[in-house]
């Protein structure tokens, strides 16, 4: 820190901490002569087992695109004018109003999104509310950007509802935005449609706008329905970010938006837009021929079919995790998860024997198990884990079972009895 102030060496840890940098080097731990073939349940990328395809229409309306040889050259910064309109009309079905084509700026993937979203942001003094636990680019943005962040609890007792208590307590009069992650990645959970408009009447009363990482969009299969911060644009304004990433399973694709979802015209000002636009023009996006494919892709997607069986499949898996959870000691999922991929559980480090924290769990467990998966650190929780559901069901039982193996090996020899 200047000025021979103190250094906060956990906020500097955290601000630079990746989830693919601290999988990759849990991949190095491998004993790679236990004979044991490697299960990840660290990463949010089922395109890594069988039963997770994506649908046809997908690449044949990449392949269309790509031999028509009418999308080699440039696409304009701020996207196809016809992608854009597609996906304006997707978020649209959700929408208790219009959006059009200039709301939508498309970006390469949701983690420009987020980019753009805290650069637009960024001024001197500014602060930005981050939720603990949640998904570390923010950190890692907002440090390039210098814009401070603040951390508000989600709580898991409560379904990992937002503590707006701790929002209010926060905010001052250089806080610039909250970041809501719905459905929630890393906990799994979804906010129901009042939490949601609490939520928005919060940050109205704080005069901050919403930014809403809805990535996992629609990924909801619990008694929640997914509902998209957007409706309630009319209350607060909301940068919406999301992709075809997840609900497509084309998480390689790198084809994300950045939307102003307003009705009441706050980001229509000629100086934001041209800001907006100009930021863009420094920007390089998705592969033309990506972006020409998404209007015949979401058009032509069937809801019915392919989005219900994605659902059912994270359900089956969901539902597998969080029983199996159940038998392992040494940890606890307070929450069943309701959407995403994911779900965090808690580790009780005084029933284990030798373990100092989550980080040591995970990289023990990956030289001796084979098992990836991420540490709570990672995410903003010490001493919690994250874990991937989205996998074979078969691969998810063994991964989790060869995570209790591990916990009854490593538990307390009082807590046996």
């Known amino acids: 820190m200047e000025n ?45 087992y069988s039963c997770f395809l994506t649908p046809s229409v997908v690449s044949e309306a990449a392949v269309d695109a790509l031999q028509s040889n009418k999308f080699n050259g440039y696409a304009p910064t701020v996207g196809l004018v016809q992608t854009r309109r597609a996906i304006a009309e997707y978020l649209n079905r959700d929408l208790p109003y219009k959006l059009s084509p200039d709301d939508v700026f498309i970006t390469s993937g949701c983690t420009q999104a987020i980019d753009v979203s805290l650069a637009m942001l960024a001024r001197p003094g500014a602060n930005i509310l981050l939720p603990r636990p949640g998904f570390p ?78 990535v996992y969009g629609h990924l909801a299969f619990g008694p929640n329905p997914f509902v998209p911060m957007g409706v309630f644009g009319s209350i607060v304004p909301v940068l919406t970010l999301g ?42 996006g998705p592969a033309t021929f990506i972006q020409a494919a998404v209007p015949r892709i979401i058009e032509h997607t069937n809801d019915e079919i392919f989005f219900k069986e994605t659902n059912n499949k994270l359900k089956q898996t969901s539902d597998i995790c969080w029983e199996m959870m159940k038998e392992i000691p040494g940890i606890t999922c307070p ?19 030798d373990i100092s924290d989550d980080i ?58």
């Open 243 to 284: 992709s075809l990433s997840k609900r497509w399973i084309v998480p390689g694709w790198r084809l994300g938006w950045f939307v102003t979802s307003d009705p009441n015209g706050t980001f229509k000002e000629p100086k934001i837009i041209e800001r907006i636009k100009k930021y863009f023009d420094i920007l390089g």
């Open 137 to 214: 680019i923010y950190e890692l943005s907002a440090a390039f950007r210098r814009l401070q962040v603040r951390y508000f609890d989600l709580l898991p007792e409560k379904g990992w509802e937002v503590d707006l208590d701790s929002v209010e307590a926060l905010a001052d009069q250089n806080t610039v935005a909250m970041v809501i992650i719905n459905p929630g990645n890393p906990c799994g959970n979804v906010y129901s449609y009042q939490h949601l408009k609490k939520i928005a009447e919060t940050a109205n009363k704080l005069k901050i706008l919403v930014i809403a990482d809805e």
């Open 335 to 353: 929450h069943k998860p309701e959407g995403s991929m994911a779900a965090m559980v808690k580790l009780n480090l005084s029933n284990l024997e």
């Open 360 to 417: 040591d769990f995970c990289f023990r467990l990956a030289k001796e198990e084979s098992v990836i998966v991420l540490p709570g650190t990672a995410v903003g929780l010490k001493n919690w884990l994250r874990i991937i559901f989205a996998s074979d069901p078969s691969c998810l039982k063994e991964g989790l079972g060869r995570i209790k193996s591990f916990c009854q090996r490593h538990v307390k020899m009082s807590q046996t009895y």
């Open 4 to 48: 021979g102030g103190p250094v906060n060496h956990e906020a500097e840890t955290v601000s630079t901490v990746t989830i693919k940098g601290i999988l990759s080097l849990m991949m190095q731990n491998i004993d790679e002569e236990n004979g044991k073939r490697v299960i990840t349940l660290g990463m949010g990328d089922p395109t890594a």
